[in-house]
Nanobody
Framework: QVQLVDSGGGSVQAGGSLRLSCAVS????????MGWFRQAPGKEREGVAA???????IYSDSVKGRFTISKDNAKNTLSLEMNSLKPEDTAMYYC???????????????????WGQGTQVTVSS
């Protein structure tokens, strides 16, 4: 059973930075595809960034060039470095994992089996 624990959220002003972390237990991340998703009030959960079991990454257009996802298989962690934050980045952020590759694409939430509890990110203007 894969368990994920998110951390690192907080409140920052626009233009600031935050680093989210996801601790993985129960299975080595080596054979997992993992991603970061976010959900704002009244909106659907959207994929932000993901990294597959081979280390390839993908980003949504809204965060490309500002966010960086990384997976440390030795430390069993997934990270999301977020720079140049905007008020529209405000949301609850969740890490997610699945074995090998998600069925419907790396940024599709319904392909992931395991989820963290979420960490809130608030960006003020």
């Amino acid at each position: 059973q894969v368990q994920l624990v998110d951390s690192g959220g907080g409140s920052v002003q626009a233009g600031g930075s935050l680093r989210l972390s996801c601790a993985v237990s129960g299975y080595t991340p080596t054979f997992l595809s993992m991603g970061w998703f976010r959900q704002a009030p009244g909106k659907e959960r959207e994929g932000v960034a993901a990294i597959d079991d081979g280390g390839s990454t993908i980003y949504s257009d809204s965060v490309k060039g500002r966010f960086t996802i990384s997976k440390d298989n030795a430390k069993n962690t997934l990270s999301l470095e977020m720079n140049s934050l905007k008020p529209e980045d405000t949301a609850m952020y969740y890490c997610a994992a699945c074995f090998l590759r998600p069925r419907w694409g790396l940024l599709q939430a319904n392909g992931y089996n395991y989820w963290g509890q979420g960490t809130q990110v608030t960006v003020s203007s």
